[in-house]
Nanobody
Framework: QVPLVESGGGLVQTGDSLRLSCAAS????????ISWFRQAPGKEREFVAW???????SYSESVKGRFTISRDNAKNTVYLQMNSLKPEDTADYYC????????????????WGQGTQVTVSS
């Protein structure tokens, strides 16, 4: 399995927007649900958003209404549009392939990328 590749992170101010991308090189990409997780310094990695093969979505309560996950299977890419960013959104953001079980449990994922850093200044 080839790891996913995240991009689009950066340093922004409170209230700004960013769009993260998660790219796959495999043509089977469209056969799997994909999620975004994030990990802030000193904290555990946490679920952010999930998108199924038919673009059903789910979000953590902390980002619901501000973040939007989407996918373009023709480009083998999943996006995370992040609006109204807050300092508490500061973290490394990772995407991964959901291959079994509970979508909120990160042990049910593989193909983790290296992450992209998002820093929101106050």
């Amino acid at each position: 399995q080839v790891p996913l590749v995240e991009s689009g992170g950066g340093l922004v101010q409170t209230g700004d927007s960013l769009r993260l991308s998660c790219a796959a090189s495999e043509r089977t990409f469209s056969n799997y649900a994909i999620s975004w997780f994030r990990q802030a310094p000193g904290k555990e990695r946490e679920f952010v958003a999930w998108i199924t093969t038919i673009s059903t979505t789910s979000y953590s309560e902390s980002v619901k209404g501000r973040f939007t996950i989407s996918r373009d299977n023709a480009k083998n890419t999943v996006y995370l549009q992040m609006n109204s960013l807050k300092p508490e959104d500061t973290a490394d953001y990772y995407c991964a392939r959901h291959y079994r079980g509970n979508a909120y449990d990160l042990t049910n994922y593989d193909n983790w990328g290296q992450g992209t850093q998002v820093t929101v200044s106050s």
